[in-house]
Nanobody, 117 residues
C-alpha cells in the first residue's frame, strides 16, 4: 500500500515563500508521475504542477514563473517551492502519485497554505 505524507504548509504574507514536501512509502513498481494539486474553498481541485520520471515538468499557467517542482528519485519524494505567493494561492495542497503501469492514483492528506497579510 502506498502512502503519501505532505508537510510544509502554513501561513505566509503576500510575496512570501513556502516549500512543500511529499514523501512516498510503500511498494511502487515502475514509472510514475508525481505532482501537486490544490483545492480552494468552494472550488474544484486543480492541477498545480507535475514532474515525470524524466524530470519533465508541467505547470498551471497561474503558477508559472513562481512555483518550482522537483523530486528525489531515491526517496521517491517531491517538493514544491512556492515564491511570490498571492492570496489566490490559498488552498489545501495535495500531493499525488500516479503509477503509469497500473494507472493507480494515490493522494496525500493535504496541507493548508494560507496567503494573507
Amino acid at each position: 500500500q502506498v502512502q503519501l505524507v505532505e508537510s510544509g504548509g502554513g501561513l505566509v504574507q503576500p510575496g512570501g515563500s513556502l516549500r512543500l514536501s511529499c514523501a512516498a512509502s510503500g511498494n511502487i513498481f515502475g514509472a510514475y508521475v508525481m505532482g501537486w494539486y490544490r483545492q480552494a474553498p468552494g472550488k474544484q481541485r486543480e492541477l498545480v504542477a507535475t514532474i515525470s520520471r524524466y524530470d519533465s515538468t508541467n505547470y498551471a499557467d497561474s503558477v508559472k514563473g513562481r512555483f518550482t517542482i522537483s523530486r528525489d528519485r531515491v526517496k521517491i519524494a517531491t517538493y514544491l517551492q512556492m515564491n511570490s505567493l498571492k492570496p489566490e494561492d490559498t488552498a489545501v495542497y495535495y500531493c499525488n502519485l500516479l503509477v503509469l503501469l497500473t494507472s493507480s492514483n494515490y493522494w496525500g492528506q493535504g496541507t493548508q497554505v494560507t496567503v494573507s497579510s
